[in-house]
Nanobody, 126 residues
Framework: QVQLVESGGGLVQAGGSLRLSCAAS????????LGWFRQAPGKERDFVAF????????YYVDSVKGRFTISRDNAKNTVYLQMNSVKPEDTAVYYC???????????????????WGQGTQVTVSS
């Protein structure tokens, strides 16, 4: 069982930066791959970024490549999403998610993750 708690959201101007954090409970954090998703009002929850359990592999949706960076600190049981050069279209509730080693589903799909945080709101003003 993994519990996830996001923080770091808020209001930021376009072009600015924000760092989201997701703290996890559980002794097996380092065995879980992690992802960030986002959901804008009236839209589906979409994939943003992924990091493997070791941190050696990362993937991003095209719209955030070169602007967002996902990282993890297994000693602190925390995953981060550094958001730079933010745009109004980045406005959404951001969720972190954990994927157990047994889950072999497509990492871009929300159903491939087993545990979710409650979300943190990010609002980018123009």
């Amino acid at each position: 069982q993994v519990q996830l708690v996001e923080s770091g959201g808020g209001l930021v101007q376009a072009g600015g930066s924000l760092r989201l954090s997701c703290a996890a409970s559980g002794r097996t954090f380092s065995s879980y791959a992690l992802g960030w998703f986002r959901q804008a009002p009236g839209k589906e929850r979409d994939f943003v970024a992924f990091i493997s359990s070791s941190g050696g592999s990362t993937y991003y949706v095209d719209s955030v490549k070169g602007r967002f960076t996902i990282s993890r600190d297994n000693a602190k049981n925390t995953v981060y999403l550094q958001m730079n050069s933010v745009k109004p279209e980045d406005t959404a509730v951001y969720y972190c998610a954990a994927r157990s080693p047994r889950n072999s589903g497509n990492l871009y799909y929300s159903r491939s993750y087993d545990y979710w945080g409650q979300g943190t709101q990010v609002t980018v003003s123009s």
